[in-house]
């Protein structure tokens, strides 16, 4: 049994055939519309959601399966005390495969040692969020054609940022991947992501604080809200919140083909103005996410 807890559970092959089925997913729907009956995907949430917790379900029932499960920890019996391992063995016997989010990062982990069915980890605090990084890499691969060859500017809070952890995870592993790295100094990409992933990958990247410094070389904008829930301290992420504010005038020397993504949900840090440029990709990322998570369901059930 396979699960997904952390983005290098899949290899490039493997996240190269989720995004084939993905593309045939969205060219012909009616071929997968009953892939999944009788099928059950339980959405187990102890953190808020919007888009991974209601692309599941949309997924699940776009494959013609059902849906069970709680988005938030006080409407379980967590409340009542129950450990993660004891839900995660009670809901094996109600349903065929979990997403699960948690505020604590390893316990999709620890889940999935407990499990008789696959677990898909849909973010575990600031750790890691690999179906967002399967939305990630579908959205690139559909907005520019390639997963090669590319300039990234990662901006915002990146020390909290577990989307940006995971895409740079996954990134890495194709061929000639640069990073610019845009942050204040206390949002800085962590060093064990430094050392072990970027550096030991002998991966380029820039640190900068300047978010126009590097725009004109940029292929793809990543763009993150700053994480309230992350921090320890009112004060700091008051004055951290609104240090990066996307606009036109920020855009001015930007490719005429860049992608701006963001996983959302958005604070402030994209003006609204940049909705209605074409190269705003954020809410047709959203999307992919539905279609990306489908492929993965299907993975993980062995369902041809
Ligand atoms: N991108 C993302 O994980 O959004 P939600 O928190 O709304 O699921």
Redesign the pocket.
């Known amino acids: 049994m396979k699960h997904l807890i952390d983005i290098k559970d899949l290899t490039v092959e493997e996240i190269d055939e989720l995004i084939k089925v993905a593309k045939d997913i969205m060219q012909f729907p009616d071929k997968y519309s009953e892939k999944c009956k009788h099928k059950k995907l339980a959405t187990l949430f102890f953190e808020?959601?919007?888009?991974?917790?209601l692309s599941f379900e949309s997924a699940m029932m776009e494959l013609g399966g059902n849906v069970i499960g709680f988005s938030e920890a006080s409407s379980s019996s967590t409340a009542k005390g129950e450990s993660v391992s004891d839900t995660i063995r009670v809901v094996g016997g109600y349903a065929d495969i979990i997403a699960m989010?948690h505020p604590k990062e390893g316990a999709p982990l620890v889940a999935s040692i407990k499990s008789t069915i696959p677990i898909i980890n849909?973010?575990d605090g600031g750790h890691n969020?690999p179906t967002?990084t399967l939305t990630d890499l579908l959205t690139i691969a559909c907005e520019k054609n390639r997963l090669d060859n590319l300039t990234i500017g990662l901006c915002g809070d990146l020390k909290f940022g577990r989307?940006v952890h995971s895409l740079i995870t996954a990134m890495v592993r194709y061929k000639n991947i640069k990073f610019v790295l845009i942050s204040p100094e206390e949002l800085k990409i962590p060093d064990y992501i430094k050392e072990e992933v970027l550096d030991k990958n002998r991966i380029e990247y820039i640190e900068t604080n300047d978010i126009e410094e590097h725009m004109e070389k940029l292929d793809i904008l990543y763009m993150t809200r700053v994480q309230k829930e992350r921090f320890f301290n009112e004060e700091d992420y008051v004055r951290l919140k609104d240090y990066y504010i996307l606009n036109k005038s920020k855009l001015e020397k930007a490719k005429a083909d860049l992608a701006i993504l963001h996983?959302?949900?958005r604070v402030n840090e994209i003006s609204t103005e940049v909705d209605d440029d074409p190269r705003a990709c954020y809410f047709k990322q959203?999307r992919y996410g539905k279609y990306i998570r489908m492929a993965l369901i299907l993975k993980l059930l062995e369902i041809k």
């Open positions: 808020p959601s919007t888009r991974t917790r989010r849909a973010g969020h967002q989307t996983p959302l949900p959203a």
